[in-house]
C-alpha cells in the first residue's frame, strides 16, 4: 500500500469531521470539564487529608521496589490476574479476624475501587429490564450505574436498623407473584450509605434466609465497615451461614486513601472465574497493591484506631455546625460510623434546586434525590461529607448553606427559628422491638 492511500481523510486532520453523529445512541450526557473545587466542598467521598499516611506509605514503597520492583516487567506482577498476593494474603487474614469471613486468596480479586468491583457484578447479572432489590435510600453511584444498564429498581424502605426485612419479603413475594426473579439483593449492611445505619447479626441471618427462599443471591458492599466509632462490626454477610451465597466488596478507598483506587472482590468458583473474564484491563494498577500490601501488614490496625477518632471529632464539628445554623429545622441521626451525615430539611425545601444555588455561592452539597431510589421522596434531603472537610470549612459552609436555603426556601425561618437543641431528631423510624444491634457483632481491629 502507498503512503497516498494510507493518509486519513483531510477532515480529520482539519478535526472538521463530525464524530458526534458516530458515537452509540445511548451514551450518558457528556461530563463536564472540571474547574476546581469549590470554597466549601461538602460532597463525594473525599478522606480526611491529614490522616493519609504519607510517611508509612513512602517507606513501604521504598521497601516494596527495593525487593520487588523488576516483578512490575510483567503484567499482574508474579501473582497473576486476581492480584498482588500479599495484598489478597492481607485481606483474608483480616476479613477472617474483622469479618467472620473464611476465604482463600483465590477468593480475592484486586479491583480498581470497590466502583470496578459493582462494575463487573452488573455485567455478570445484568441486562436491560432485569430487577434488582436495593435499599430504598442508597448510594448513587450505584443507583446511577443499574439505572444507566436500564434495569428495574426495587427500594425497600429502611428504618434505623438498615433494610426493613419485613418489607423486603414483602417486595420479593410481590416479584415472585408476578414471576420476577431479580438478579441480586444489594446491601450495604455496616455504615450504610447515606443512612450511615448498620444492620444487626438478627437482621443480616434473615435477609440471607429469604436469599435462600426466593432464590435470590446477595451483593453485599462494605467499604465503610471499619469506621464504626465502636470499633464494633457485625458479621459479613460472605462470614454467616449460606454466605455463599453472597458476593462481597470492599475497598480501602476510605480506611487509606481514595486515590489509590483499590477494592476487592470476594466471591467462590465457578462464580469468580465468570467475573474475572470480564476483567479485561490489564491488571489493577500495580504499585498501589504493593505499597498497600507492604504498609497494611504491619501499620492498618493503628491507622484505622487514629482515623476512626479523627472522622469522630469531625463528624461532632459538623452536627454543632449544623445547629448553628439550622437550628430544629435540620433533622439527622448521629452516624454510627463512616464519612457521612444524611439529613431532612423541612418539605418547602427542594435539595437539588438548593444544590445549585449553593454551588454558585460557593457550598457543593450532594442532594437526596440522587441518593434514594424514588427521587421525589428525596426532594427535602442532603448528605453532606465530613471527613474531608476542616473545621472552618463545616462552619463556615454550613452558615452559607443557611443562608443561601433560607433566600431561597425560607428555611431556617428568620433568625428566632434557628435555636439549640434543634437537629437531634432521627429521621429514621426505629427498628420494631426486641431487635437489638449488637448480637454477634465483631469487634474491629484495635
Ligand atoms: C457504598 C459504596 N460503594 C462503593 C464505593 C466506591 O468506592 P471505591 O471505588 O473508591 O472503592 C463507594 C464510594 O463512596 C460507596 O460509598
Redesign the pocket.
Known amino acids: 500500500m502507498s503512503s497516498t492511500s494510507m493518509s486519513p481523510p483531510r477532515e480529520t486532520v482539519a478535526g472538521a469531521f463530525d464524530v458526534e453523529s458516530l458515537m452509540r445512541a445511548d451514551l450518558p450526557p457528556a461530563a463536564a470539564r472540571w474547574t476546581g473545587f469549590p470554597e466549601f466542598n461538602l460532597v463525594g ?1 473525599h478522606n480526611d487529608a491529614a490522616s493519609v499516611p504519607v510517611d508509612g506509605l513512602i517507606e513501604a514503597a521504598t521497601r516494596v521496589l527495593q525487593r520487588e520492583g523488576p516483578t512490575l516487567s510483567t503484567y499482574g506482577l508474579a501473582s497473576g490476574p486476581l492480584g498482588y498476593l500479599p495484598l489478597r494474603e492481607f485481606i483474608v487474614r483480616k476479613l477472617a479476624r474483622d469479618a467472620g469471613i473464611r476465604c482463600t486468596p483465590d477468593e480475592v480479586l484486586i479491583t480498581s ?4 468491583g ?1 462494575d463487573l457484578v452488573n455485567d455478570v447479572f445484568l441486562a436491560p429490564g432485569d430487577t434488582v432489590v436495593v435499599e430504598d435510600m442508597n ?1 448513587a ?2 443507583l446511577s450505574r443499574l439505572k444507566r444498564r436500564g434495569a428495574n429498581i426495587v427500594g425497600v424502605p429502611l428504618d434505623s436498623g438498615g433494610m426493613r426485612i419485613d418489607a423486603l419479603d414483602a417486595a420479593l413475594a410481590d416479584l415472585a407473584r408476578r414471576g420476577i426473579r431479580p438478579k441480586f439483593i444489594y446491601t ?1 449492611p455496616t455504615v450504610q ?1 447515606p443512612t450511615a445505619t448498620v444492620m444487626s447479626t438478627e437482621r443480616r441471618a434473615q435477609l440471607l434466609e429469604l436469599s435462600a427462599r426466593y432464590g435470590v443471591p446477595i451483593f453485599e ?1 462494605e ?2 465497615a471499619d469506621l464504626t466509632w465502636d470499633g464494633v462490626r457485625p458479621q459479613a454477610l460472605r462470614g454467616m451461614p449460606g454466605g455463599d451465597r453472597v458476593v462481597h ?1 470492599g ?1 480501602f ?2 480506611t487509606i486513601a ?1 486515590a489509590l ?1 483499590i ?1 476487592y472482590l470476594v466471591a467462590g468458583w465457578p462464580l469468580m472465574g465468570r467475573i474475572l473474564a470480564l476483567k479485561t484491563d490489564g491488571g489493577t494498577g500495580a504499585l498501589e497493591q504493593m505499597v498497600l500490601a507492604e504498609y497494611c501488614a504491619t501499620h492498618f490496625d493503628s491507622h484505622v484506631k487514629a482515623l476512626r477518632a479523627t472522622l469522630r471529632r469531625k463528624v461532632e464539628i459538623l452536627m454543632a455546625a449544623i445547629r448553628d445554623s439550622f437550628g430544629a429545622a435540620a433533622t439527622f441521626a448521629d452516624p454510627t460510623g463512616g464519612i457521612f451525615l444524611w439529613m431532612a430539611l423541612p418539605q418547602p425545601v427542594d435539595t437539588t434546586r438548593l444544590a445549585q444555588v449553593a454551588l454558585q455561592a460557593g457550598v457543593a452539597i450532594n442532594p437526596g434525590a440522587e441518593w434514594m431510589t424514588d427521587g421525589d421522596a428525596g426532594r427535602s434531603w442532603l448528605r453532606v461529607c465530613f471527613a474531608h472537610p476542616d473545621e472552618p470549612t463545616m462552619r463556615n459552609g454550613l452558615a452559607r448553606l443557611a443562608e443561601v436555603c433560607r433566600r431561597e426556601f425560607d428555611v431556617p425561618a428568620a433568625v428566632g427559628g434557628v435555636h439549640a437543641g434543634g437537629g437531634s431528631r432521627t429521621p429514621l423510624p426505629p427498628p420494631s422491638v426486641g431487635e437489638g444491634r449488637d448480637g454477634g457483632c465483631v469487634r474491629n481491629s484495635p
Open positions: 467521598g475501587g470497590s466502583l470496578q459493582l448510594y453511584g450505584t450495604i450509605n458492599d467499604c465503610y466488596i475497598s478507598s476510605k481514595p483506587r477494592g
